[in-house]
């Protein structure tokens, strides 16, 4: 049976993800209060802030603000998208 949560993403209850996606204090937040549903919208969110600004994931700056992205993206409900980003058109 999956696990649910209170998804604060979402504003619903869903199926929770498996394991703490992240290290640490805040990997046990996101995997307490946000769906696998969530979780995977922000992969697809990041993987495109990733490579429209070419950031270098070895920089620990990059690295912060991506994080600091996720957190706004996942508990603030911010409307996040990488700059420059045109959707494919059907």
């Known amino acids: ?3 649910l949560v209170q ?3 979402l504003k619903k209850e869903a199926e929770g993800l498996d394991y703490p996606p992240y290290p640490g204090d ?3 937040k996101i995997w307490q209060s946000i769906s696998k549903e969530a979780w995977i919208a ?4 990041q993987t495109r802030i990733v490579n429209e600004n070419r950031l ?3 920089d620990a700056r ?3 603000y991506l994080q600091q ?3 706004s993206y996942l508990f603030e409900d911010a409307n996040i998208e990488a700059q ?3 959707p494919p058109s059907n």
């Open 1 to 3: 049976m999956a696990r």
């Open 7 to 9: 998804c604060v993403k």
């Open 26 to 28: 805040l990997g046990v």
């Open 42 to 45: 922000w992969t697809e969110i």
């Open 56 to 58: 270098n994931l070895a």
């Open 62 to 64: 990059a690295r912060k």
């Open 69 to 71: 992205q996720m957190e």
């Open 84 to 86: 420059g980003y045109v």
